[in-house]
C-alpha cells in the first residue's frame, strides 16, 4: 500500500510538473507576442467614431469644436514633454512618450471654435447662451459617449483632454495589451 501512493505521487507530481512546464512555455510565448506588438499609428476605430459624434453632439447644441490632438506619436509626445523642460515654453503635459493614451490612440483633445474660426480654450463661455459652460456642455457629452474627462482628475485637471481606457492602464498598454476594435 505504501509503494502504490509513493507511485501515485510521483506520477502525479511528473504530471503536474508537465503542465506547468507547458503553462510557463506558453504564458513566456504569450508576454513576448505581448511586447513585441507595434504601437498604433492612429485612433483606434471606436475613439475615432465617438470623437465624430462627440462633434456632430456638440454642434447639434449649438456648440462648435474642433479636435486638437488625438493620436501621438513617442516622437510628438517626447517634443511636448519636453517643452518647458529643456525647451523654450510652458509645460503641457507630465507624460514622456509611452505614458500618454495619446500614445495608443485612445485619447483626444479639444477647443472651442469661434464664428470667426480661431480657437478658445475657455472654459466658461457660453455661446450657446443656455446659461451653462458651453466647455462642460461638451465634456458632458463626452462621459455620455464612454470618454473619461481630465477635467474630473484628482491630481491636475486636463479639461481639453478625453480618453478611452477600455480598463487598460499605461502600464498594460506598455506591455503590449491592446483593447478591441470593437464593442461586443
Known amino acids: 500500500m505504501k509503494n502504490v501512493k509513493t507511485a501515485f505521487s510521483i506520477v502525479f507530481l511528473l ?23 507595434p504601437l498604433p499609428s492612429g485612433l483606434h476605430p471606436i475613439v475615432e467614431e465617438k470623437r465624430d459624434l462627440l462633434v456632430t453632439r456638440a454642434a447639434e447644441i449649438g456648440i462648435d469644436i474642433l479636435i486638437t490632438d488625438g493620436y501621438r506619436s513617442p516622437e510628438e509626445q517626447e517634443g511636448l514633454h519636453n517643452q518647458g523642460r529643456n ?29 470667426d474660426d480661431s480657437v478658445v480654450w475657455d472654459i466658461e463661455r457660453d455661446d450657446n447662451g443656455n446659461g451653462k459652460s458651453d466647455w462642460f456642455e461638451v465634456a458632458a ?32 498598454l506598455q506591455k503590449g495589451w491592446r483593447p478591441e476594435d470593437k464593442i461586443e
Open 15 to 37: 504530471v503536474t510538473g508537465v503542465f506547468l512546464f507547458i503553462w510557463i512555455e506558453n504564458e513566456l510565448a504569450f508576454r513576448e507576442d505581448l511586447e513585441n506588438r
Open 87 to 115: 525647451m523654450p515654453g510652458a509645460i503641457v503635459t507630465y507624460a514622456a512618450a509611452g505614458e500618454s493614451y495619446h500614445n495608443y490612440g485612445l485619447a483626444i483633445d479639444y477647443a472651442l471654435r469661434l464664428d
Open 141 to 172: 457629452i463626452g462621459k455620455q459617449l464612454g470618454f473619461d474627462w481630465g477635467g474630473d482628475w484628482q491630481r491636475f485637471k486636463d479639461y481639453p483632454h478625453l480618453e478611452m481606457t477600455f480598463g487598460l492602464s499605461i502600464r498594460d
